[in-house]
């Protein structure tokens, strides 16, 4: 069983920074890629960054130059640094993992965490 646990939500102003956190716990053999997402009120999920592999990253154009996605691997952890946010930032951002739970093929799984809730106010 893997679990994803997000944390470092919260309200800033315009301007300000955070940084998000997203832990994988449980039986993971290797992890392939993981994502960020964010959900704002009345719109669809969209990417915002991922990292494969650990090194190569891409971000959602709105998001370039401003938000930085790193991993821990040690920790299976990863990290989004959110710097100088805009109230159209706001929204909930979730964790998504594809993982390997043991070797050979069928054991490759993509898990999601449960949120957390970012807030840029003007």
């Known amino acids: 069983q893997v679990q994803l646990v997000e944390s470092g939500g919260g309200l800033v102003q315009a301007g300000g920074s955070l940084r998000l956190s997203c832990a994988a716990f449980g039986s993971i053999l290797s992890i392939n890629a993981m994502c960020w997402y964010r959900q704002a009120p009345g719109k669809q999920r969209e990417m915002v960054a991922v990292?494969?592999?650990?090194?190569?990253?891409n971000y959602a154009d709105s998001v370039k130059g401003r938000f930085t996605v790193s991993r821990d691997n040690a920790k299976n952890t990863m990290y989004l640094q959110m710097n100088s946010l805009k109230p159209e930032d706001t929204g909930v951002y979730y964790c998504?993992?594809?993982?390997?739970?043991?070797w050979g093929p069928g054991y490759e799984y993509d898990y999601w965490g449960q949120g957390t809730q970012v807030t840029v106010s003007s």
């Open positions: 990292i494969i592999s650990g090194v190569h990253t």
């Open positions: 998504n993992a594809n993982l390997a739970t043991a």
